[in-house]
């Protein structure tokens, strides 16, 4: 059975940092595209970003480019998404997911993965 656990989240001040963790069980990350979804209050959950199965490419919504890292330590079976330049606009509760066969063109695509954790708070305070 699969379970994704997220944790690092918090409270930050605007411009601040934190680092997200997702530990993964029940599944190997080198057979999964793993990302991070977020979800503000009243909106739609959105693409944060993703790392391929190879971890040789990943991929970052606009928002989150130059400020924003997902990684992977596929020993630990952990996903990462470290997060710069924290900006009151990314409070959200950030999700990991995973799915085996999701399609690259519609890797931005919440309704693509199969597996989900249950969440961490960032809030941010400005």
């Known amino acids: 059975q699969v379970h994704l656990v997220e944790s690092g989240g918090g409270l930050v001040q605007a411009g601040g940092s934190l680092r997200l963790s997702c530990e993964a069980s029940?599944?190997?990350?080198?057979?999964?595209?793993m990302a991070w979804f977020r979800q503000a209050p009243g909106k739609e959950r959105e693409f944060v970003a993703a790392i391929a199965r190879s971890g040789g490419n990943t991929w970052l919504d606009d928002s989150a480019r130059g400020r924003f890292t997902i990684s992977k330590d596929n020993a630990k079976n952990t996903v990462y998404l470290q997060m710069n330049s924290i900006k009151p606009e990314d409070a959200a509760v950030y999700y990991c997911a995973a799915d085996q066969g999701v399609i690259l063109s519609q890797i931005r695509s919440y309704r693509q993965y199969d597996y989900w954790g249950q969440g961490t708070q960032v809030t941010v305070s400005s």
């Open positions: 029940g599944l190997t990350l080198r057979r999964y595209v």
